[in-house]
């Protein structure tokens, strides 16, 4: 971090600067410049905010020059992190693409999604029992009981399950039942849940980019995540909130070549909630991979015109699986499998 102080700035001034970051643990390097002191900081200043020595009325500026986070950033941890989701590897070579519905409706819907998406080969199964719906009057889904509903089409199609929590007090309920474990847009800046699961499971945990976050907001997210005792964080970019209103959101494919630099998680993209349209979430899906993501979220439906949620953006089993020929040429371009 640097600190500029402003022309004419006290001796006095400098030196009580000087000896409060010296009292954080941080060694002052001073340059003496015609019209300007700059001081540098070297050591750990994850912990400094650089608003609170703006404060001082003769700080010029204040620069940062390392990110704020540590745990997830790539700088400490040069290697990609392999993230295991019950023996499924997420972050390697292999492409994980994790495919159902949006909501968890009957046993049927979910047996029948989940057979298909298993034969294409899908290797997790998604669904939401607890979900986040704008309106309190729509379809706020199954809870408790959708929940068992996915699982048990899980065991039967030997799928690993993905399921969004809501709230603290389900934590356990989650541990026992869930592989991994979704964050919501919603919630990806509920910074009690984020502590929460980071104390209260070492199940991994996929992590959705908030609809406004900025990269850097959804890093420091991981970061709370894994400052907090959980490292088995996977990034999900699912689209944000722009001026445009044709797609339900835009797919920022730019953060997953950010994140990958920025960070050593594994990054992977939801076409479906970003363009919120079946018939764009193909083509989305292969540009993801070709950036290189470690892989996609998909919603499938058996029956997406009687969708409870979000039909309009599911994609019907057979066109699931022809994506997923499609992808297994894309992933061998960019030096990735499928299979
Ligand atoms: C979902 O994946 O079911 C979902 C609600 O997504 P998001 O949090 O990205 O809107
Ligand atoms: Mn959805």
Redo the contacts with the bound molecule.
């Keep these: 971090m640097i600190i500029v102080m402003k022309k004419g700035t006290p001796e006095l001034e400098i030196k009580k600067i000087s000896e409060e970051m010296g009292k954080r643990g941080l060694q002052v390097n001073e340059i003496r410049g015609l019209n300007y002191t700059i001081l540098g900081l070297i050591g750990d200043t994850v912990s400094v905010d650089p608003r609170d020595i703006s404060v001082n009325v003769y700080v010029e500026k204040v620069m940062r020059v390392e990110e704020p986070y540590k745990r997830a950033n790539r700088i400490f941890h040069p290697e990609n992190s392999v993230i295991d989701v019950a023996g499924i590897k997420v972050g390697g070579e292999k492409i994980a693409v994790i495919a159902g519905p949006?909501s968890i409706e009957t046993n049927e819907q979910m047996d029948e999604v989940a057979r298909e998406v298993k034969k294409s080969g899908a290797s997790m199964l998604?669904g939401?029992a607890f979900?986040?719906r704008t309106s309190p009057y729509s379809f706020q889904g199954l809870k408790e009981e959708g929940l068992d509903m996915l699982v048990e089409a899980g065991k039967n199609n030997r799928l690993p399950v993905v399921t969004?929590i809501m709230s603290i007090d389900r934590i356990p309920l989650f541990e026992e039942k869930v592989d991994l474990i979704?964050v919501?847009?919603?919630n990806m800046q509920n910074f009690e849940l984020l502590k929460a699961i980071g104390r209260g499971t070492t199940k991994p945990i996929l992590l959705?980019r908030g609809l406004s976050a900025t990269i850097e907001e959804w890093i420091m997210s991981a970061e709370y995540i894994i400052a907090s005792g959980n490292p088995n964080v996977i990034l999900?970019e699912?689209g944000i909130r722009t001026f445009e209103k044709y797609t339900r959101n835009t797919l920022d494919l730019s953060a997953v070549l950010a994140a990958k630099k920025l960070t050593h998680l594994p990054v992977i993209v939801?076409p479906s909630?970003a363009a919120g349209k079946w018939w764009m979430v193909e083509d989305l899906a292969k540009a993801a991979i070709a950036v290189g993501a470690d892989g996609l979220?998909i919603e499938v439906h058996n029956d997406p015109e009687n969708a409870w949620c979000d039909g309009a953006q599911s994609l019907k089993p057979k066109r699931f699986n022809n994506l997923m020929e499609e992808l297994k040429k894309i992933s061998q371009i960019v030096g990735r499998s499928m299979d």
């Design positions: 949006c998604r939401g979900k986040p969004e979704q919501g847009a919603r959705k999900c699912r939801d909630h979220m």
